[in-house]
């Protein structure tokens, strides 16, 4: 079993801008997290969370999180993909909002740090059929290891299914 949480919302924006106060009124902070992190270990579960800054992704690796995700709308941003570079965790590269080569470029400067490229839909909730399922099959043509998975906004759990189905392992 798996947890993956969102943390390090507040890194988002400035604390001047109109976000701050909404983004600090509903994002959990660190030590929060923290005891989330602590319980999944205590029951035998997995914990990692997507990464919004290098301050969220430090915080990942000093708990000793198995993995960093990054989400699609961040996969092109050389800050935060150095940064999860440079915590040495193995990075899922969320890829909804990326061009091939993008994709590529981004496969680029994490090198080694490729953990594995996921399948995904910008839609909040998505619609089974908007799953783009048959992005797995392009991703693992372009990833030397070949893993990929499905990082899904669906709410119909046999999409996940049809994902492993596809080759997804994550």
């Not at 740090?113 to 619609?127: E, I, K, N, Q, V």
């Amino acid at each position: 079993a798996v947890v993956k949480a969102q943390v390090g919302l507040r890194d988002l924006c400035a604390p001047t801008s109109p976000l701050y106060e909404c983004l600090i009124a509903n994002d959990i902070p660190y030590a929060g997290w923290e005891r989330v992190a602590k319980e999944c270990r205590n029951l035998g579960v997995e914990f990692s969370a997507s990464i919004w800054s290098a301050e969220s992704a430090a915080w990942l690796a000093s708990i000793k999180a198995p993995w960093i995700k990054i989400g699609s709308g961040d996969a092109t941003w050389e800050p935060t993909l150095e940064a999860a570079r440079l915590t040495g965790l193995p990075v899922y590269l969320s890829t909804g909002a990326c061009t091939e080569a993008e994709v590529r470029r981004s496969m680029g400067i994490l090198g080694k740090s490729l953990g594995c490229l996921l399948a995904c839909t910008m839609a909040y909730p998505a619609r089974p059929e908007d799953a783009h399922l048959s992005r797995l099959a392009k991703l693992k043509a372009i990833t030397e290891r070949g893993r990929v998975g499905y990082s899904s906004h669906v709410r119909d759990w046999s999409v996940g299914l049809r994902a492993a189905q596809r080759g997804a392992s994550v």
